[in-house]
């Protein structure tokens, strides 16, 4: 393997292959299609992570194809129970972890995470957000070995672990 972690860039072929890797790897994971209520992040991935500051979308690619993705930018979600806690300046939020089967096992994951606390820490961010899925067996394990604690634990049909890492 000869594995370059980058930056994406701005350009409609590589966001266009970023865009085919996350739906392909959402296929295989959760068993579902591209769908705007839970996906409208990729279908405008130039609007949410490439164009607005204080955002970047990161992948790994192997012999030209990518094989990882990673995207942070600021934390804008409005969940009742963290009112008042989070705000887009001072908190990030990781989005788009993704390792192609492959390859996991191989430590690219931690270095997506710490390309993205790296980012965050030079952009001014405090602290970074994020949400996973207890039923994603190596998940929450995965994000508590990189630091991240666990805020709340959701009861829902998507049972969703929310977590925080201070910066």
């Known amino acids: 393997m000869n594995i370059n972690v980058r930056e994406i860039k701005d350009n409609d072929l590589e966001i266009n292959a970023a865009k085919d890797f996350l739906f392909n790897q959402i296929d295989k994971e959760y068993h579902i299609g591209p769908t ?8 405008d991935l130039r609007d949410y992570y490439i164009s607005p500051d204080k955002s970047n979308f990161f992948v790994a690619i192997d012999d030209e194809k990518i094989v990882a993705t990673a995207a942070i930018r600021p934390y804008d979600k409005d969940y009742e129970f963290f009112e008042g806690m989070y705000s887009k300046d001072d908190t990030a939020s990781i989005w788009r972890l993704m390792v192609d089967k492959e390859y996991r096992r191989n430590g690219l994951a931690r270095i997506l995470v710490e390309l993205m606390e790296d980012f965050a820490r030079i952009e001014g961010y405090d602290r970074i957000y994020l949400h996973s ?20 634990e959701e009861d829902d049909y998507d049972e969703t672990t929310h977590m925080i890492k201070n910066l």
């Open 36 to 43: 705007p209520k839970f996906h409208y992040d990729i279908f």
């Open 133 to 152: 899925h207890r039923y994603l067996e190596a998940a929450i394990p995965f994000w508590k070995s990189m630091g991240y604690e666990t805020t709340l």
